[in-house]
């Protein structure tokens, strides 16, 4: 399995259901020093996005001003009803649950995914900044 591509179209964002597939994608970010990031399918329809900074050693660094655009696109998720409340901000771990389609959870996590290595746009083509 090779790394994803920075910046990750949506459509070779990994699906991660179950507990093999997860475990497969993370070691494989692992093993290339890459974030992780992929999708995975819920009970009632619904999906996950989940993103990890650890997989891509200690070199990688997330600036500050990247953590607080995150962190501040995932709140407008959660005040939209998005996502659900116990999403996770990082700065390491990211996770949103809830998301209703699985287009909408890759487009979210191929956002995630550019920020994490220092992207903003995509992000703010999928999560508009507040006004």
């Not at 290339?32 to 992929?38: E, G, L, P, S, T």
């Not at 209703?100 to 992000?123: I, K, M, N, V």
């Amino acid at each position: 399995m090779q790394p994803l591509p920075v910046p990750c179209p949506a459509h070779l964002i990994p699906d991660a259901t179950g507990t093999d597939a997860f475990h497969d994608v993370y070691r494989n970010a692992m093993a290339h020093n890459a974030v992780f990031v992929a999708i995975e399918s819920e009970k009632r329809r619904l999906w996950s996005v989940k993103a990890d900074t650890l997989t891509a050693g200690p070199g990688h660094a997330v600036a500050d001003t990247v953590n607080d655009a995150l962190r501040d696109a995932i709140t407008r998720l959660i005040q939209s009803r998005e996502v659900d409340l116990d999403a996770y901000t990082g700065p390491i771990y990211f996770m949103m649950h809830g998301v209703r389609s699985e287009e909408r959870a890759r487009e979210l996590a191929a956002a995630l995914h550019a920020a994490l290595y220092g992207d903003l746009e995509p992000l703010a083509r999928a999560v508009p900044p507040a006004p």
